[in-house]
């Protein structure tokens, strides 16, 4: 209780612009968590939503690594930059998302929004970036840019076409995992997973992992696909949404996280959710904007606690 | 735990705000502005070293810095996402690096333009219209359509659409002239290139791929196009604008295919002089094609004068004197009566469409100024329609006639262009505002669909009228006349035709 309100002091503490934002009270649908889960027969999330984050026992550093959800995409490396292929949507969602990362970071590091530049001089990560379709934007933004994936042929990808622009030239590429980087004691001003927490084995520490990354003060930014019953059905009925980069069958979809239970996983590892919104797709335009429908496809950003005093 | 709160907001306003930051902007700019015309200033540079180029590339080449290459230019210079581009221009119009002297005394150019209110506030916005009004211009707020068989005419006013003005008729020059002063004004890094370009490679160079590249993608995105000029030099660039003009070269190198055919017409476009000043636009369909009158300033017009092209020749070769009497009788009673003004009465054969109106003196039909004098040489073109099929490739994308001309019937050929170059640069902007590569096809192909619906609209309709007037057939006649009256007597309809021809709507309601 105490946590949730420092929470709400802090999300309406610093802002300046409280006239124009929503609050949503998530209390409604926290009843039914449990529940939704069991509406599925692998509930992989019980045990990382039940024991909290400090109780658990000093385990070897655990890996996030899922094999299977791997080897699927080291199988498509080839075609992350042909637009018309697998990671079609992708590239179509990318301006979208870029646009709230640009709106919330511009905010959260007092950047100028007009500036064609303006992360300049902040330290990047993103984790589970494939062919760079996330890191070079960010830095084309202006970012110092690390990319990571646990697959190597995306590594390989995302350094060749980098480097056919100076400005994304600079990105550094490694074949490592989030857990790797915690062991060599990094940290950034940011830290981006985009439509990676569902291909994770263990959403929980690997959000723990996301955390620590994170500097005290800075930003993390997770976009995700939800466990609804839209989401599924979008999934299904557009063919060419789910064509390669989501996972099929119930096994994996029962994986995926509701914007509550990933703002809860991430209070769990000191960071608090500030923001979130959901994607629309329109199939007649091939276009996605940004809605507050979270239903589908949705974007958190959120900060973590600068002194974290669990 | 309970009351977790997730705060949510909206990111999208924020690429609203991303566009022309404000009027001010302008104002900012306003105590640089240097007395002289002169192109030449510190952030100039005449483009020589093809060696310092291949290290630093350009963002965008502009190959065609008429009037729509330089508008494009100006937008990119003027929005705070795009002003710091590096940025050719490619011309050996010597305008460009010494400017153009305009005297006031002269009498206007015969190649003018009919701007939009559109395309004027799009001018204010970027702070170029403030140029314009320091030459001639003519603002004018009544348009009067008729054709030769006395059967209907139609009169359009700004006050239908509530608005002060149906458009502007402005030189060309001057146009670009205003351009080019907007330009200097700001710290933009461009430099121009004097010369023309002569062939064009897109593919990368030297992109060896460490793995199997067949698939990936790779190979159809090269970072950069090599453009050869025709005086020897070289230069890169991330994204090429083929503002060209209609026989753009860019589209013939890209390999952009076009649809489009002559309309075995030319026109004669001259400077006449009145006695009195015209103040508004006048448009009569002759058996051979339109001939149109627009105020241009002072007591002078600009007509523009359809026909076929042997006519075209013969007129152009006649004595001035009997040229003016053929212009003047083909605005009055030429082939055919004037059309019976409804205020007489008479019930004419569509009385029937003027229940409840009364018509005030200004929706009469009147009979335009007299020409007394012939004041420029007398300019013959040839018109076509042409439309390229595709817009955008990737590293390469067309604005302008480039990518459409029209029959300049109803004067939208170079406001189409102006709404391409204000698209285009305000999608770059939006690109680079999410960290997009300016070159990405994805970013191109929305300028594309944005701008095609537009100009394909706005062609079909300029043809159709084309075609509609190109025959003298009776039955066709009373439908056409049966059109203007239409036009003329109900007002919504009439006010959609306005504001579509004004640039502010984007489907017409009789589409
Ligand atoms: C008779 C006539 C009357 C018209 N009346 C009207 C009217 O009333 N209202 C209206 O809105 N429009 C009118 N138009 C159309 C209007 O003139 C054009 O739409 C407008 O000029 C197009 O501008 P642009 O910049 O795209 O092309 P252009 O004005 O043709 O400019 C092209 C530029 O590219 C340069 N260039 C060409 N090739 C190369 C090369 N290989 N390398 C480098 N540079 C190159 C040229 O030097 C030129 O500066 C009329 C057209 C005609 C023919
Ligand atoms: C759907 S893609 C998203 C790519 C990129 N972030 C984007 O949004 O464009 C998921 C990526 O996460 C990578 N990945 C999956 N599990 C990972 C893990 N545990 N650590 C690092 N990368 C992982 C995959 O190899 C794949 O490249």
């Not at chain 1, 009843?31 to 024991?51: C, K």
């Not at chain 2, 460009?96 to 799009?122: C, Q, W, Y």
């Not at chain 2, 702070?127 to 004018?140: D, L, M, T």
């Not at chain 2, 199997?212 to 660039?237: C, H, M, P, V």
């Amino acid at each position: 209780m105490a946590l949730a309100l420092k929470l709400l002091k802090q999300l309406r503490g610093p802002s300046t612009t409280t006239s124009t934002i929503l609050y949503r009270n998530l209390r409604p649908r926290f009843s039914n968590l449990r529940s939704t889960i069991r509406l599925f027969s692998d509930p992989p999330l019980s045990e990382p939503l039940t024991i909290p984050p400090h109780q658990k026992p000093h385990s070897p550093s655990p890996s996030s690594l899922n094999q299977y959800e791997l080897a699927k995409f080291a199988a498509i490396a080839e075609t992350w930059w042909d637009s018309e292929g697998p990671f079609k949507p992708l590239h179509q969602l990318n301006p979208t998302r870029l646009a709230f990362i640009r709106s919330t970071l511009c905010r959260h590091f007092g950047r100028d929004p007009l500036s064609p530049r303006p992360f300049e001089g902040l330290k990047f990560v993103d984790v589970g970036c494939g062919g760079g379709i996330v890191s070079e934007p960010l830095a084309r933004l202006g970012a110092t840019v690390m990319g990571v994936d646990a697959v190597e042929k995306n590594i390989k990808i995302a350094r060749l076409h980098a480097d056919l622009d100076p400005l994304t030239s600079s990105i550094e590429y490694r074949c490592t995992t989030a857990e790797k980087l915690v062991e060599e004691q990094k940290n950034f001003d940011a830290v981006f997973a985009l439509e990676v927490i569902e291909h994770v084995a263990d959403p929980a520490e690997f959000c723990k992992s996301l955390a620590a990354l994170t500097v005290p003060g800075g930003a993390t930014v997770i976009s995700t696909i939800n466990r609804s019953m839209r989401a599924y059905a979008t999934a299904i009925v557009a063919a060419e949404y789910l064509l390669h980069w989501l996972p099929k069958g119930t096994h994996q979809w029962s994986s995926f996280l509701t914007p509550e239970e990933l703002a809860l996983i991430l209070e769990r590892a000191s960071i608090s959710v500030q923001e979130m919104a959901g994607f629309v797709y329109n199939p007649l335009t091939g276009r996605w904007s940004l809605s507050d429908d979270v239903n589908v496809n949705f974007i958190a950003y959120a900060t973590k606690i600068k002194t974290a005093n669990l | 735990m309970n009351s977790l709160i997730i705060r949510r907001k909206l990111a999208e306003h924020i690429i609203s705000r991303l566009k022309f930051p404000q009027r001010t902007l302008c104002t900012d700019a306003a105590p640089k502005v240097s007395s002289s015309h002169s192109v030449q200033s510190s952030n100039d540079h005449v483009g020589q070293q093809s060696f310092r180029n291949e290290v630093h590339p350009y963002d965008i080449a502009i190959v065609g810095g008429g009037m729509v290459g330089m508008a494009l230019a100006c937008s990119l210079a003027r929005m705070p996402l795009t002003k710091h581009l590096k940025v050719a221009i490619i011309d050996s119009n010597p305008a460009l690096s010494k400017g153009l002297g305009i005297k006031k005394e002269d009498p206007p150019d015969p190649r003018v333009s009919t701007v939009t209110p559109a395309t004027i506030s799009l001018f204010k916005d970027i702070g170029a219209w403030k140029y314009v009004e320091q030459h001639r211009h003519a603002y004018f707020d009544q348009m009067q359509v008729w054709d030769y068989t006395g059967l209907g005419y139609t009169k359009y006013n700004a006050r239908d659409v509530h608005k002060d003005t149906l458009g502007c008729v402005v030189e060309n020059k001057v146009l670009h002239n205003s351009l080019l002063s907007c330009i200097q004004d700001t710290d933009f890094q461009k430099t121009i290139y004097p010369s023309r370009l002569s062939s064009m490679t897109l593919q990368p160079r030297n992109l060896s791929m460490g793995v199997d590249s067949t698939s990936s993608g790779l190979n159809e995105r090269g970072n950069l196009a090599k453009l050869d000029l025709s005086d020897g030099n070289s230069l890169y660039a991330k994204l090429v604008v083929g503002s060209d003009g209609s026989k753009s070269r860019v589209r013939e190198l890209a390999g952009f295919k076009t649809t489009g055919w002559n309309y075995s017409q030319n026109a004669i476009i001259c400077t006449v002089e009145h006695s009195v000043e015209n103040r508004c636009a006048w448009q009569r369909f002759l058996p051979a094609g339109p001939i149109a009158l627009l105020p241009i300033g002072d007591n002078f017009s600009n007509i523009v004068w359809t026909m076929n092209p042997k006519e075209a020749t013969d007129r152009k070769s006649l004595a001035e004197d009997d040229f003016v009497k053929d212009v003047n009788y083909a605005l009055d009673y030429g082939f055919g009566p004037h059309p019976k003004s409804s205020t007489l009465g008479s019930g004419g054969i569509f009385s029937w469409f003027k229940t409840d109106v009364n018509l005030s003196p200004d929706e009469c039909f009147r009979v335009p100024p007299k020409v007394v004098k012939l004041a420029s040489e007398r300019m013959v073109f040839p018109l076509s329609l042409m439309h390229a099929n595709d817009y955008a490739s990737k590293h390469v994308v067309l604005i302008g006639d480039a990518a459409h001309t029209v029959h300049p019937l109803a004067g939208q050929g170079v406001n189409l262009g102006f709404g391409d170059a204000f698209a285009l640069s305000r999608i770059i902007s939006e690109g680079i505002a999410v960290g997009t590569d300016i070159a990405e096809v994805l970013l191109l192909k929305k300028y594309e669909a944005e701008r095609k619906s537009a100009n394909v609209t706005m062609m079909a309709i300029l043809d159709g009228f084309q075609k509609a007037y190109s025959v003298d057939f009776g039955p066709l006649n009373i439908l056409r006349a049966a059109a203007f009256n239409g036009a003329q007597y109900i007002p919504p309809l009439k006010r959609s035709i306005i504001s579509y021809a004004s640039g502010d709507q984007r489907f017409p309601i009789f589409s």
